[in-house]
């Protein structure tokens, strides 16, 4: 049995993958397994893995099922004592494992350890570990409270805390998964020592313009909602959520007077109608995780930024342009 399973999970990703395996091959570690789950990809990705590295373990799925469903089926092909779950647009540092391994086993109460991330050509830090205000919106002033592009998490706490929501097709499913590990009673840290580049996508382009579309705006908003309705208590639910929604009213006054109903009713709207068509499935899992957590909101909200991120960033950088 390995130590490590490394799950990779690739979309159309065919030129990144050669480069992130090699550099995951080069590590002091060698104790892993590595397991890329294909999601429908038409690049030849499946193809190139199966030619070149005979010994990748390869999931071909039919379709794009998302980046949640896609992790989940690695995790049930994972032989490893911890589960690494790690972006297939990357380039790791030689002892990125090693350094993970030795946090993760100097403390026990430890259940996800993130890394430093550093731009693609390494020319710059990207974050080591990412803040989250009350919103559940990732921008604010705080320390970390979750980490992305590269989840180092033991085995039986991502089986104990539910593994990844399935309905989170992409975005939040990161914050979610870290969420629950806190209120499992777990730590999220992030391991300076552990660094990797990145070619992640930066919202902010090079004039300082905040940039999405309309799907990728829906996809926030609505798994936003959901994640604050499974994860709160009733009393924090109370108090924070009638705020979320007014600031969506102040977004969507903003964007009718900007002439834009196509931002209004295919984000917003449209992200309101999801969940209340996925309404009685949240609430089981709430059920589920507020019987079984550990940790008190107000606990997690001195980790929180108090504050507003979205509403910080756009003071920052102005109202996002929609492509």
């Known amino acids: 049995m390995p130590l490590i399973s490394i799950i990779i999970t690739n979309y159309n990703g065919r030129k990144y993958l050669g480069d992130c395996i090699d550099s995951l091959n ?25 030619v070149k590295y005979s010994q990748v373990k390869v999931i071909a799925l039919d379709s794009n099922l998302g ?14 004592k911890y589960l690494f779950f790690y972006n297939n647009d990357t380039i790791a540092d030689q002892n990125l494992l090693s350094e993970l391994v030795k946090t993760m086993e100097s403390d026990e109460t ?13 020319a710059k830090k990207t974050n080591c570990g990412v803040p989250l205000d009350i919103f559940g919106y990732p921008y604010g002033e705080s320390k970390c409270f979750y980490v992305d592009a590269a989840i180092f998490i033991r085995r039986e706490v991502f089986d104990e805390i539910g593994g990844f929501d399935p309905k989170l ?7 979610d998964l870290c969420w629950r590990c ?36 829906f996809m926030g908003e609505a798994f936003t909602i959901r994640l604050l309705l499974k994860n709160y208590s009733f009393l924090a639910l109370l ?18 007077f ?3 109903l196509d931002v209004v009713f295919g984000a917003y709207i449209r992200a309101y109608g999801w969940n209340l068509g996925n309404l009685l499935e949240t609430l089981r899992l709430r059920r589920k995780i507020q019987s079984e957590r550990k940790t008190s909101d107000i606990s997690l909200l001195k980790k929180m930024y108090l504050g507003s991120g979205k509403l910080k960033l756009f003071g920052e950088v102005g109202v996002p342009q929609f492509r």
Do not use: Q
């Open 110 to 122: 430890i259940g996800i350890c993130g890394c430093k991330t550093l731009s693609y050509d390494g």
């Open 182 to 217: 806190w209120l499992y009673g777990y730590k999220v840290v992030a391991v300076d020592s552990a660094v990797f580049r990145h070619d992640s996508f930066c919202a902010v382009d090079g004039e300082g313009r905040l940039n999405t579309n309309i799907r990728k705006r």
């Open 67 to 80: 980046l949640a469903i896609a992790s989940n089926r690695g995790r049930a092909a994972a032989a490893g």
């Open 169 to 175: 097709f992409l975005y939040c499913e990161d914050r």
């Open 239 to 256: 108090g924070i959520f009638p705020i979320y929604m007014a600031i969506n009213c102040m977004e969507m006054l903003l964007f009718l």
């Open 258 to 260: 900007k002439g834009r």
């Open 26 to 50: 080069r590590n002091s570690l060698a104790d892993f397994e590595i397991i890329v789950v294909d999601n429908g990809s038409c690049d030849g990705s499946v193809e190139f893995l199966r």
